[in-house]
C-alpha cells in the first residue's frame, strides 16, 4: 500500500548557526530526507575580483586576505607568487622558507578551525571547538609575532614577505610544534574512536573519486575520496620539494574520511614545519622590488595546494599598475559544486554535517 | 473534606463535559486534540477522588501520554488542520449512530442499580489489582496474555502493512 | 509519620479544622517551590561553570563571587525582554505551551522524599506517578512547536513526539526490576528497601534507566529537539522573555527531577553515613547531574533514526531480559541477598558486549562493536581537562600583551619628520588618507590629515611606504565609538595623541618593547 506524502520545503541560512556564514540552502525534504536541495550563495559578495583591477600590485594583497580569512597567509602565497610569475621576481631562499613554514601553519589553524566546526555540526557542545581554537590561538599567536595581525595577515611581499622573523619566533615555534602532535593524539582520543561520531560521520555523504575528478573537487576532500593529488607533489611551488612529507589519503570519500585526512594533514603539517626550521637558511627575506609594479604585458597563473584545496590566482597585466584582470580559483567554491549531489537521500542532521566537512569559508566562496 | 471532594467533583465533571463538547465542536482539530487531552486528565482526576489512584495514573500514562500524543502526531502530519474535516456522505449515517449510543449510555446510566460504597476503599490499590487480575482462581491471567498476544499481533500487522518493499 | 501530618495535626489546636487542613499543603507547596528554584538556579550556575572548566574557559564569572548571581541576572534579563508572539502562529497555543511545559515538572517533585518524612506526599503509586505526569510535558513542547507556525519548530516538535514516546518504554520497564526487588511503588518504601544501593544491584537496570532518561530531558546526546546546529533551537525559537524563560526553567527543572529519581531508585536516595540526609540526598542529586552535563561537554549528537534505532533496538530488549532475569531471581532468592549484586554485574556486563556486537547503528555500515570504549576515552579526557590551567583570561583587569609589531589602531604620526609627500595616502588600498599640503619654509607642510578609522583595515602599508619614518602602527587596541564621526582622527588629534609607536616595519624599536604574552603551555602536563 503506498503512502502518500507530501515534500516540505526548508530554508536553511542565510542566518543559521551551521551554515558558517550567509550560505543558505533550500532543502525538501521528504519526511526527515533530503529529496532536493538547491544552494544559493552570494549573500557575502563584495566583488572583490573587480575592485582589484583598480588597486596597485601591492595594493591587493590586504584585499587575498579576505577571501578566505581562515587561511590568509595561504592566499597571500598564491597571489604573491603569480604576480611573481607575472614579473618574472626571484625571491630570496629565506623568504620561500618562511613562506613554506607560513602556509604550513596556517594549514594547520584552518584545518583545526574546520575539523572544529565540523564537530560542532554534529552536536558536540564547543568541547572539541573549544580544544582546536586553544591551538589555533597559539599558530595566531605566532602570526601576530611575525606580522602584527592575528587575521589578516598582509604578511607576504612581491618578492618575499614584509619583515623578517623576530628571535624569539624560532623558539616559540619549536615549542608549538613540540606540543601539537601531542594535542592531535589528544584530539583523536577525543573523537577518532567516538561510537557516536562513528556513526554520524561513517558512510555518510560518499564522494566517489570519479565524481570528484569531474567536478574539480580539490584539497582534503578529493584526497579523502582516494586520490593522491597535492600539489606541493603533483606541481611543486616555492620548495616544497625539498620536504619529506606524505599525502594522506581516505578510502570510502565519506565524511569520516574527510575528517580523519585532515587531521593526519596537521600531522603531516608538522612535520614540513620542522624540517623547514631546520634548513631555514640566513640572508635577505625580500627582493628589491618597488611598492608600485609594472609587470610587463601578459599573463600569469599561480597555484598552490591551500588548506581548503587548489588556490589558484590568474593575472593578466596591460603594462599599468592595476592588474587588468583578477581571477580567484577558489577551492571551497568549486568544492561546494558537489554538496547536492553529497547531501540527496540523507537526513536533515546529514546535510549540515557534510556540509561541515567539504569546509568552506564564505569569504572564498563569494569573493 | 466531604465538602471538598464533592466541590472538586463536580469542577472535574463540568471541565469533562465543556471539553468533551469543545473536542466535537471545534473546528481546528488541533485545537480539538487539545482539549481531548483536558478531557482525558479530568477523567483522572475523577479517578483519584473515587482513590482509584492506580487507575488515574494509567489514565494519564496510556491516554494523555500516549493515546492523545499520538492523535496530535497524526494531526501534525495532515494539512488543512484550521478548516476541519470537510462534510461527507456519511454525516447523517454518523448522526444516527451517535445518537444511538447516546440513548443506549444514558439507559444504562439510568437503569443501573449504583451501588454506593460505605467503607473507606483499599488503599494500596495495585495488589488488589494484580490480585483481581492474574491470582491463580478467579484471576483473568488467560484472557489478559490472549489480549496482549492479540495486540502484538496488530503492532506486526502494522508494520507489515506500511513496510516499503 | 511525614512533617506535613505533624504540621496539620499541630495546628488544629489553634485554628478551624479546614484552615488546618488548607494551609500546610500551600505552605509545603511555597516552600519546595523556592527550594526547587534555588536548586534549579544552582544546577544552571554549576554547569555553565562546569562545562566552561570542561572547555578549558573560566565561565560565567561576573555577577557576584564567582558568578554566583548569574542565573539570577539571567532571569532578570530574561523577565525584562519583549515578549514576541508570531503574527500567523497560533496565539493561544503560543501561549500556554511554556506553562504545560513546566508545571508537570515542578509537579514531580510532590512524590520525592527530601529525608525521612520530608516529602510532600507519599502517594503509594509515587513511581507510577511521576512517569505519568511527566509524559504531560511532551505537550506543551509541542503546542510550542505547533504554535509557532514555523518549521523548525514543527520538525523539533515531530522528533520531540516520536523520541518521547519511543524512550518512555525502556524508561518504564527499566524501573520494573527495582520495582520487583522492593515490592512497592512507593518512592519512600523504595528507598528503605535499599539495603544496597540498586546501582549494583540492577546496574543493567540502571543504565537503561539513565540513558532513557537523559534523552527523556533531551540531554546530549539525544538533545535532537533543540539541536541547535540543524534546526536552531527547536521548538522554542520563537520564544522569547518569560515565556523562553519557563521553557529553560522547566528543562533544569525536570533534569533537577530526574536526576533525584535516578538518587532515589537506584543510588539509595537520602540514606549514608555521618552527614544529615538530606544534605546525603543532595550530594546524590548534583552528581547525578554533573555525570549528565559531563556527558554533554562530551559527546556528539545522535541522528534521529539512530536515536530511534537505539531505543527500540537496544534499550527495549536489554529492558525486557533485565526484568526477566529480576523475575527470575525474584523467585530464586526473595529477599535479594547483596552477594547478587556480583551475579549481576557479570549478567549485565556480559549482555551489553553481547549487544554491542550485535546492534548495528545506521544500517551495516557502523556497529558499537567496542562497548563504548570510544566514549569512555573522550569522557576521560575532559575529565582530565578539569584540572587544566584555563586559557581565557578576565579580560579589562589582565591584559596580554601584544607582539611588538602589533598593527593596531590609530596610526602613529611624527609631525616633526612628515615631508608631506603623501605617499602614504597613494598606498593607503581603500583611501582612506586624507591629506592637504601647503608649501611652507623648509618643503610641504600637512595643513590638514584626516584618516578614517571606521574603515581602516590596518594592512600597514601605508607605514611600509612612508620615506620619512614620520608614520608608525600603534600598540593600542581599544577604540570604539557609538558614532562614526568620532572614529575619523584629524590632525590635531595625531599631534595630541599618546604615541605609542609599535615596531611594524621597524624591526630596530623592538628592542626596548615588552615581550609578546603567549598562550601558556597546560598546567599538569598533557
Known sequence: ?367 | METGIAISFWILAAVTIASALAVVLFRNIFHAALFLVLCFFTIAGIFVILSADFLAAAQVLIYVGAIAVLIIFAIMLTRETQRGSPSGRLRLPALMVGLLFLATMVFIVVSTDWQVITEIPDQPTTSAIAQALFSGEEGFVLPFEIAAALLLAAIIGAIVLVRER | MGILEQFEQWLVNYWPSWAAYLVPPLVAFAILSTFILVVVMAFIYIERRGIGRFQVRLGPNRAGPFGVLQPVADAIKVLIKEDIIPAKGDRWVHWLAPIIAFIPALMIFAVIPFGHGAIFADLNIGILYIIAISSLGIIGVFMAGWGSNNKYSLVSAMRTVAQMISYEIPLVLSIIGVLIITGSLSMVSIVEGQHVPFLLLQPLGFLIFFLAAAAEINRTPFDLLEAESEIVAGYHIEYSGMKFGLFYLGEYTHAFAISAIVAILFLGGWSGPFLPPALWFLIKVFSVFIVLFWLRSTLPRLRVDQLMGFAWKCLFPLALINIFITGIEAIIWPNFPWQLLILNILIAALLIVLWSGFFRVAGERVSFERYGRGIAKGLALTFRHLFRHPITVQYPEQRLTPSRRFRGNLLVWDVERCNGCRACARMCPISIIDIETARGDKGLVVERLEIDFGRCMFCGLCVEACPVEALFMSRDYEKASYRRELLVMKKEQFVAAEKRPSAYAYPELEAEMPPQTLLAPPKGGR
Open chain 1, 1 to 367: 500500500m503506498p503512502l502518500k506524502t507530501e515534500p516540505v520545503m526548508i530554508n536553511f541560512g542565510p542566518q543559521h548557526p551551521s551554515t558558517h556564514g550567509v550560505f543558505r540552502m533550500r532543502i525538501t525534504f521528504d519526511g526527515e530526507v533530503i529529496v532536493d536541495m538547491e544552494p544559493i550563495f552570494g549573500y557575502l559578495h563584495r566583488g572583490i575580483e573587480k575592485l582589484a583591477e583598480s588597486r596597485t600590485y601591492t595594493q591587493n594583497i590586504p584585499y587575498t586576505d579576505r577571501l578566505d580569512y581562515l587561511a590568509s597567509m595561504s592566499n597571500n602565497l598564491a597571489y604573491v607568487m603569480a604576480v611573481e610569475n607575472l614579473a618574472g621576481i626571484a625571491v630570496p631562499e629565506r623568504a620561500e622558507y618562511l613562506r613554506v613554514i607560513m602556509a604550513e601553519l596556517m594549514r594547520i589553524a584552518s584545518h583545526l578551525m574546520a575539523v572544529g566546526a565540523l564537530l560542532n555540526d554534529m552536536g558536540a557542545f564547543f568541547t572539541p571547538f573549544m580544544y582546536m581554537f586553544r591551538e589555533r590561538e597559539k599558530i595566531l599567536d605566532l602570526f601576530e609575532m611575525v606580522c602584527g595581525q592575528r587575521l589578516t595577515y598582509n604578511y607576504m611581499r612581491i618578492g618575499g614577505v614584509s619583515q623578517d622573523i623576530p628571535e624569539e619566533f624560532l623558539p616559540a615555534l619549536k615549542r608549538f610544534i613540540d606540543e601539537m602532535l601531542g594535542f592531535i593524539d589528544e584530539y583523536d582520543q577525543l573523537l577518532a574512536e567516538n561510537e557516536i561520531l562513528l556513526a554520524r560521520s561513517k558512510g555518510v555523504g560518499i564522494l566517489p573519486a570519479e565524481l570528484a575528478i569531474n567536478a574539480s573537487v580539490s584539497g582534503p576532500m578529493l584526497r579523502a575520496s582516494g586520490v593522491k593529488w597535492d600539489i606541493r607533489r603533483a606541481d611543486p611551488y616555492s620548495v616544497y620539494d625539498r620536504f619529506d612529507f606524505e599525502i594522506p589519503t581516505g578510502k570510502m570519500g565519506d565524511t569520516y574520511d574527510r575528517y580523519w585526512v585532515r587531521i593526519q594533514e596537521m600531522r603531516q603539517s608538522t612535520r614540513v614545519v620542522k624540517q623547514a626550521m631546520e634548513q631555514l637558511p640566513q640572508g635577505e627575506v625580500r627582493a628589491k622590488v618597488p611598492l608600485t609594479l609594472r609587470p610587463p604585458k601578459g599573463e600569469a597563473y599561480a597555484r598552490i595546494e591551500a588548506p581548503k584545496g587548489e588556490l589558484g590566482f590568474y593575472l593578466v597585466s596591460d603594462d599599468s599598475a592595476n592588474p587588468y584582470r583578477f581571477k580567484v580559483r577558489a577551492p571551497s567554491l568549486i568544492n561546494l559544486t558537489v554538496l547536492r549531489d553529497l547531501c540527496l537521500g540523507w537526513k536533515l542532521a546529514d546535510a549540515i554535517v557534510i556540509f561541515g566537512s567539504i569546509d568552506i569559508c564564505l569569504g572564498e566562496v563569494d569573493r
